[in-house]
Every structure is written in structure tokens, then in C-alpha cells.
Nanobody, 124 residues
Framework: QVQLVESGGGLVQAGGSLRLSCAAS????????MGWFRQAPGKEREFVAAINWSGGSTYYADSVKGRFTISRANAKNTVYLQMNSLKPEDTAVYYCAAVARNGSSWSKRGSDSWGQGTQVTVSS
């Protein structure tokens, strides 16, 4: 069973930047597409970004396109999310997961539990 640990969240002013990390243990991530999701208070968890196994292809939700960049370092078994030009509406708990694509949508794959996530709070 893979364990994913998200880190790098915090409190930042609107327009600021944060870099999230997702470190895996228990299984190599290099065979999997990986993604980031977020859940704001009172809302459902939503897809943010995904990256294929090699890092050669990336995908983004329209709400973050042009501001966020997903990347991975397979040698470190880690996935990153660089977040720039942050907005108050980006405030949420951010989670990473191995993902599968179903048409135009992305979802968490497998039966592993979600990690604890990392809180991102953007003040106006």
C-alpha cells in the first residue's frame, strides 16, 4: 500500500506563491499518472492538475490553468505543485493521488486512502 504525504501548504496573501510536495513511500510512483485535488470547506473535492508517468504531459483544471504547474521527480518519488498568482478562491486542503483518466475527467485510482492533505489559505 502506498502512503502519500503532502506538504508545503500555508497562509499566503493573494498574488503570492506556494510550492506543494507529495512524497510517496511503500511503492514507486514512476509507473503512475499522478494528480492533485483540492477540497474547500463545504464543497466537494475537485480535480486540480495531473501529470503522466514520465512528466511529458500535464493537464489542468480551467480554474488554475496558467497559474499552477505540476511536475514530478521520479527519482525522488515525489510530485510537486507550483502555485503562483494565488487567489482567495484557491483556499482549500490539497491532496495528491495516483489518478486515472476517464474521458475528459480525472479521478483517484485504486483503493488506497487519501493522505492527510496540506492546507492552503489565501488571504485577500
Amino acid at each position: 500500500q502506498v502512503q502519500l504525504v503532502e506538504s508545503g501548504g500555508g497562509l499566503v496573501q493573494a498574488g503570492g506563491s506556494l510550492r506543494l510536495s507529495c512524497a510517496a513511500s511503500g511503492r514507486t510512483l514512476s509507473s503512475y499518472a499522478m494528480g492533485w485535488f483540492r477540497q474547500a470547506p463545504g464543497k466537494e473535492r475537485e480535480f486540480v492538475a495531473a501529470i503522466n508517468w514520465s512528466g511529458g504531459s500535464t493537464y489542468y483544471a480551467d480554474s488554475v490553468k496558467g497559474r499552477f504547474t505540476i511536475s514530478r521527480a521520479n527519482a525522488k518519488n515525489t510530485v510537486y505543485l507550483q502555485m503562483n498568482s494565488l487567489k482567495p478562491e484557491d483556499t482549500a486542503v490539497y491532496y495528491c493521488a495516483a489518478v486515472a483518466r476517464n474521458g475528459s475527467s480525472w479521478s483517484k485510482r485504486g483503493s488506497d486512502s487519501w493522505g492527510q492533505g496540506t492546507q492552503v489559505t489565501v488571504s485577500s
